[in-house]
């Protein structure tokens, strides 16, 4: 992807995860990312700390998180995400770490890169590129 930049996405969880299982498609695609900067937003990172079974899997974690650039909950990413739950928990169950995710996208007007798009899909605002 010559001449791609990446700082324009911010990477959803599930990619993380799968890239931190070994997932062939996810490890190369943070490893493309690594061209420029991976950005992830701090919820994220929270969800994958609390996914760590071991001072071993937390070591590699911190590692990881090395070469990330961390985007912050600020209010307005608090405000939309607060929307976003009240538009779409009710009919597609979207849940708060998820609207929190979407809200940071949209806030830095980035585009969230996710194996799950149902999730996020109904949001008209987000943009979103399904990888692998």
């Known amino acids: 992807m010559e001449g791609t930049t990446y700082t324009n ?5 599930d990619i993380l995860i799968d890239a931190m299982n070994g997932i062939v498609d996810a490890v190369a695609f943070l490893e493309e990312q690594q061209m420029a900067e991976i950005q992830i937003s701090i919820v994220s990172a929270m969800e994958l700390i609390a996914g760590c079974r071991n001072k071993t899997e937390m070591t590699e974690l911190q590692r990881f998180f090395q070469k990330c650039t961390f985007l912050p909950v600020t209010a307005t990413i608090s405000q939309i995400a607060y929307q976003l739950v ?17 809200a940071t996208a ?6 969230l890169y996710t194996r799950n798009t149902r999730h996020f899909r109904m949001i008209p605002e ?3 590129n399904q990888h692998y």
């Open 126 to 128: 987000l943009k979103i």
């Open 86 to 102: 009240e538009s779409f928990y009710l009919s597609h169950g979207l849940i708060m770490a998820d609207a929190l995710i979407a």
């Open 9 to 13: 996405r911010v990477i959803d969880t």
């Open 106 to 111: 949209i806030e830095h007007d980035l585009t």
